[in-house]
T-cell receptor, first 110, second 115 residues
Framework: GQQVMQIPQYQHVQEGEDFTTYCNSSTTLSNIQWYKQRPGGHPVFLIQLVKSGEVKKQKRLTFQFGEAKKNSSLHITATQTTDVGTYFC??????????FGTGTRLTIIP | DGGITQSPKYLFRKEGQNVTLSCEQNLNHDAMYWYRQDPGQGLRLIYYSQIVNDFQKGDIAEGYSVSREKKESFPLTVTSAQKNPTAFYLCASNPLGPDSYNEQFFGPGTRLTVL
């Protein structure tokens, strides 16, 4: 079946350090989305990447979509305590559904 | 306020009982989705619907049922056939259409515990 693998499952970083989470698919994606879920909350949409090799930035967050449209990454520069939560990628394989990765739970050590 | 509401936030049921989780949206979105979230497993799709009176099975539909009689409402019934129903259930909607990002808007979720 169509799956999206995400690593790492957990990441603990000192406040101010950088953080990266990676997603991989065995088949080509139409697009990929990223969501953030705060502890006790629900997922909230961050961004969508559509084009091969696309890079988008939101303040300290940088999102990349691979040239083959099979992988993506989210990089946070100089983490802050407000970045705590679980980050999910969600791949679209050309239909009306999203396939979510297992998520990366980010913990910040003050 | 526009948004998606799910009720109740916490729900307890005895084993063997069917239970229905509510999901309502006033965003005028065409598509609605039900996901199940378990620790370490991300979000798994149960059912989805793109139009009233039509719905499709997701990846883990066994033991669940849905209806879509109104555009605004997409209730999920967890039946006694679902072997491990204790989980966090999330409802989402999506406007679809050519101008849409296809992003999904999530409700606050219902945490179901079966005793």
């Amino acid at each position: 079946g169509q799956q999206v693998m995400q690593i790492p499952q957990y990441q603990h970083v000192q406040e101010g350090e950088d953080f990266t989470t990676y997603c991989n698919s065995s088949t080509t994606l139409s697009n990929i989305q990223w969501y953030k879920q705060r502890p006790g909350g629900h997922p909230v949409f961050l961004i969508q990447l559509v084009k091969s090799g696309e890079v988008k930035k939101q303040k300290r967050l940088t999102f990349q979509f691979g040239e083959a449209k099979k992988n993506s990454s989210l990089h946070i520069t100089a983490t802050q305590t407000t970045d705590v939560g679980t980050y999910f990628c969600a791949g679209n394989f050309g239909n009306e559904k999203l396939t979510f990765g297992t998520g990366t739970r980010l913990t910040i050590i003050p | 306020d526009g948004g998606i509401t799910q009720s109740p936030k916490y729900l307890f049921r005895k084993e063997g009982q069917n239970v229905t989780l509510s999901c309502e949206q006033n965003l005028n979105h065409d598509a609605m989705y039900w996901y199940r979230q378990d620790p370490g497993q991300g979000l798994r799709l149960i059912y989805y619907s793109q139009i009233v009176n039509d719905f499709q099975k997701g990846d883990i539909a066994e033991g669940y049922s849905v209806s879509r009689e109104k555009k605004e409402s997409f209730p999920l019934t967890v039946t006694s056939a679902q072997k491990n129903p204790t989980a966090f259930y999330l409802c989402a909607s999506n406007p679809l259409g050519p101008d849409s990002y296809n992003e999904q808007f999530f409700g606050p979720g219902t945490r179901l515990t079966v005793l």
